[in-house]
């Protein structure tokens, strides 16, 4: 059941970072690219944890999954800070 849990997190980040970036096409508002970008680290990082608990349990992948959520709340931090200047 896990597993299945952790695939729909991955589905649904990646369907976030797709709508997100549609918007930001079809509009051009920057904030949209960073906040699809900050999703498409959610889904790299749900997918990591699917990686890390479901296919190689006895290997440690913690260190890896902080690193992505870091770097993608980085992006989302950028976006909302140097963009709402403009």
Known sequence: MGAAIYILGTLISA???????????????RLLLWSSLCFVGFAVTNLLIFVDLVIF???????????????SLGFLLYGLIWESNR
Do not use: E, H, M, S
């Open 15 to 29: 369907t976030c970072a797709v709508l997100l970036w549609r918007g930001y096409r079809q509009g051009g508002k």
């Open 57 to 71: 349990p006895k290997t440690d992948l913690y260190v890896f999954r902080l690193v992505t959520t870091a770097i």
